[in-house]
Nanobody, 124 residues
Framework: QVQLAESGGGLVQAGGSLRLSCVASGRTFSSGAMGWFRQAPGKEREFVAGITGSGLGIEYADSVKGRFSISRDNAKTTVYLQMNSLKPEDTAVYYC?????????????????WGQGTQVTVSS
């Protein structure tokens, strides 16, 4: 069993920054990709960013390229999402996912584990 715990969400003004963290515990799979999704009210959960087990492969959604940066520390079984130049449309609940597959382009339906989510609110 794997548990994922996100932290770092909050309220920030447009143009500001936040750093999300996701710590994996339990039976972890270092070869699996980890990533972030988000879900805004009334919308489907969407892929934001993903990173391979080695950290060498990274993918981003077009909407966050150049503003968000994903990284991981395998020694701490933690994945981070640095979010800069935040916009009101980034407001959502952000979920961490540990995929059982190696690809950093993590699919919503890919086998894996989800965290409980952390709220990010960007005010205009």
């Amino acid at each position: 069993q794997v548990q994922l715990a996100e932290s770092g969400g909050g309220l920030v003004q447009a143009g500001g920054s936040l750093r999300l963290s996701c710590v994996a515990s339990g039976r972890t799979f270092s070869s699996g990709a980890m990533g972030w999704f988000r879900q805004a009210p009334g919308k489907e959960r969407e892929f934001v960013a993903g990173i391979t087990g080695s950290g060498l492969g990274i993918e981003y959604a077009d909407s966050v390229k150049g503003r968000f940066s994903i990284s991981r520390d395998n020694a701490k079984t933690t994945v981070y999402l640095q979010m800069n130049s935040l916009k009101p449309e980034d407001t959502a609940v952000y979920y961490c996912k540990l995929s059982l597959l190696p690809s950093p382009r993590i699919g919503y339906g890919a086998p894996g584990y989800w965290g409980q989510g952390t709220q990010v609110t960007v005010s205009s």
